[in-house]
């Protein structure tokens, strides 16, 4: 299983921004995908969750202010709003199915004021 995640940039405070991972690779039965962020000297924090059927969950830092969804071709997206410098961070997705956890590289996130 390989993982693309994809999408961040610079941004303003206040602005939008969808980062995207696709999942490639051999995939079986039910399964999460998740978004996690981690920002210089703190530890990487889970920002949402999809399984299989559609539920969700979110981290308490970003509730309110982050969707994510499942779209076609296995790509998870992640939309983030009303972006603050605290949303500064490099942004991961993760799979996870059979007890085993793939990761994708990373996309970087800047918030400017």
């Known amino acids: 299983v390989q993982l693309q995640a994809s999408g961040g940039g610079l941004v303003q405070a206040g602005g939008s921004l969808r980062l995207s991972c696709v999942v490639s690779?051999?995939?079986?039965?039910?399964?999460?995908v998740a978004w996690y962020r981690q920002s210089p000297g703190y530890q990487r924090e889970l920002v949402a969750s999809?399984?299989?059927?559609?539920?969700t969950t979110y981290g308490d830092s970003v509730k309110g202010g982050a969707t994510i969804s499942r779209g076609a071709k296995n790509t998870v997206y992640l939309r983030m709003n009303s972006l603050k410098e605290d949303d500064r961070a490099v942004y991961f997705c993760?799979?996870?199915?059979?007890?085993?956890?793939?990761w994708g590289q990373g996309t970087q996130v800047t918030v400017s004021s």
């Open positions: 690779g051999r995939m079986i039965g039910g399964n999460v």
């Open positions: 999809i399984v299989t059927g559609g539920s």
């Open positions: 993760k799979f996870s199915q059979s007890g085993n956890d793939y």
